[in-house]
């Protein structure tokens, strides 16, 4: 007898696959709030800190995250934010 096999997609991904994406809406809503709220003082004191382009001033700014968002790995995406923005305020 002949045996055919599935399609290349035949099965669909696992919704759990897509756990942590930001949605539309989610993104939309942040961004609103954050529009209307302004930056916190840890955001705040980071941009004042990286803005002076001191390279101890900067690694203070990491510690800083470090020490208030407990573990390394969430300071250096905080970093990375912190960065993205400044980037964004010296395009403007």
Do not use: H, W
């Amino acid at each position: 007898f002949v045996i055919t096999k599935p399609a290349k997609n035949a099965t669909k991904a696992k919704f759990a696959y897509r756990k942590g994406k930001l949605g539309k809406r989610v993104a939309a809503v942040r961004e609103l709030i954050r529009e209307v709220v302004g930056f916190t003082p840890l955001e705040r004191k980071m941009m004042e800190l990286i803005r002076t382009g001191v390279p101890t001033k900067e690694k203070r700014a990491n510690k800083l995250a470090r020490a208030r968002l407990g573990s390394y790995k969430r300071a250096v995406v905080k970093r990375a934010e912190v960065d993205r923005i400044i980037m964004a305020q010296r395009k403007r």
